[in-house]
């Protein structure tokens, strides 16, 4: 499986933006999907994974929301902040995990897209 993310630019405090995620050649069938981010001189972060149910890092609760739909998944951000600036990156597995913990790991993965800009500004 090949991903590719995109829908990342540069907006304001206060935008909203929704990233895409595209998987070549297949479905994403029942394994979970998920997003991180990382922004620069920081490790890579769990945003949100959508699987058994949807997971949420306590940032961005209740201000993101991930979905799914066969072969894109999709990360609509509202209420954006400039401490959510990073590059984003959506990731896949085709294997059930059972734990909270597990999603929100990156090793946990083994598909990830390239990677999308997102840049708010104050």
């Known amino acids: 499986v090949q991903l590719q993310a995109s829908g990342g630019g540069s907006v304001q405090t206060g935008d909203s933006l929704r990233l895409s995620c595209a998987a070549s050649?297949?479905?994403?069938?029942?394994?979970?999907v998920a997003w991180f981010r990382q922004a620069p001189g920081k490790e890579r972060e769990f945003v949100a994974a959508?699987?058994?149910g949807t997971y949420y890092a306590a940032s961005v609760k209740n201000r993101f929301t991930i979905s799914r739909d066969k072969n894109l998944a999709y990360l609509q951000m509202s209420s954006l902040r400039p401490e959510d600036t990073a590059v984003y990156y959506c990731?896949?597995?085709?294997?059930?995990?059972?734990?909270?913990?597990?999603?929100?790991?990156?090793?946990?993965?083994?598909?990830w897209g390239q990677g999308t800009q997102v840049t708010v500004s104050s």
């Open positions: 959508d699987g058994r």
């Open positions: 990731a896949a597995d085709d294997r059930t995990f059972n734990t909270y913990y597990r999603y929100t790991q990156a090793n946990s993965y083994y598909y």
């Open positions: 050649g297949r479905t994403f069938n029942s394994g979970p």
